[in-house]
């Protein structure tokens, strides 16, 4: 049976996307609507993302060619025009082009310190490693991408695996609601589950958690490890989500939910009013 998608498998951001509402995954992913939409946060957090990667392969950044790619997304996509900041919602607060390289800076100065601190003698694994593992009884594979995955010994000298998800974050980092919601740490649980089925490595020794990398944030202060609890229980329920999303999609079920429409890019537009 061919999934609505027209894809052979499912990734978190599409799980996550139709559990805030499924109405609009159903415009991005089965009607396939895409409005041309993006913005500075998508830019920057790629920009970080590949310098993070950079980090964990060969402890290099191409600096200069990583802001200079983002200043070339400010200038192709009018991000400090005024006419665009004129189209944006009242929850956007600009900030010139500068400061978002700054940020930039400051994240990758301070991520190698903040590793050799929060995980001594951590060795590389892997870096953007792709998961493409069946989902059971589903006929659909899950997809992701992986940001880094270290190496560390415990106290009685076991490897031990981190698995690591770079999020840029405001300056105050994650509520404490954010850290404990399912529908944010699911995503990296599932990464941990499937990776532990991909490389044949038990559960047991497998950490995973967010590191967030603060806008804003003082010299010092940019890096901050969120550890996510990965047990029996909240994995099952994390199964879960995956299995009713694809179970509800094959049926048709599509309902808007009216509480995530401040962020929704088809708010007030003609396929959704």
Same mark, same amino acid.
């Given at each position: #049976? ?19 509402c499924s109405y609009r995954h159903?415009? #991005? ?18 920009? =970080?993302? !590949? ?6 392969? !060969? ?5 200069? *060619?990583? &802001? ?9 996509? *009018?991000?400090? @025009? ?7 919602? !009242? ?15 400051? #994240? ?6 903040? &590793? ?19 989902i059971e009884g589903k006929d ?10 270290? +190496? ?12 690591? @998800? ?29 990776? !532990? ?7 047991? @020794? ?26 029996? +229980?909240?994995?099952?329920?994390? &199964? ?8 509800? =999609?094959?049926?048709? #079920? ?13 708010? @007030? ?5």
């Open positions: #049976m061919i999934f609505p998608t027209k894809k052979e498998h499912v990734s978190y951001s599409e799980v996550k996307g139709w559990k805030e159903k415009l #991005m992913h089965i009607n396939k609507i895409d409005l041309g939409e993006t913005s500075p946060y998508l830019f920057f957090g790629t920009a =970080v993302h !590949s310098g993070c990667e950079s980090i964990i392969k !060969s402890q290099e950044i191409d600096r200069e *060619g990583l &802001l200079e790619g983002l200043r070339n997304a400010w200038l192709e996509n *009018g991000f400090d @025009d005024p006419e665009w900041l004129k189209r944006q919602p !009242s929850w956007f607060k600009h900030k010139p082009l500068e400061e978002w390289c700054g940020w930039a800076s400051q #994240m990758w100065d301070e991520v190698p310190e903040f &590793l050799d601190k929060t995980f001594p003698g951590w060795e590389p694994f892997n870096a953007e490693e792709q998961l493409y593992e069946a659909l594979s899950f997809k992701g991408f992986i940001d880094a995955v270290i +190496k560390v010994k415990d106290k009685k000298g076991k490897d031990i695996y981190w698995i690591l @998800d770079w999020k840029t974050a405001p300056k105050y980092g994650w509520r404490r609601q954010k850290k404990q919601d399912l529908l944010i740490t699911a995503q990296i649980v599932l990464y941990k589950y499937y990776w !532990s089925i991909k490389n044949g490595i038990p559960l047991k @020794d497998i950490r995973c958690g967010f590191v967030l990398l603060k806008r804003e944030a003082l010299p010092g202060k940019t890096c901050d490890l969120v550890t996510v609890s990965a047990g029996p +229980k909240t994995l099952e329920r994390s &199964l879960k989500m995956v299995s009713d999303m694809i179970y509800s =999609v094959r049926k048709g #079920m599509f309902l808007k939910n009216r509480d995530s429409c401040r962020f929704c890019p088809y708010k @007030d537009t003609e396929h959704c009013t």
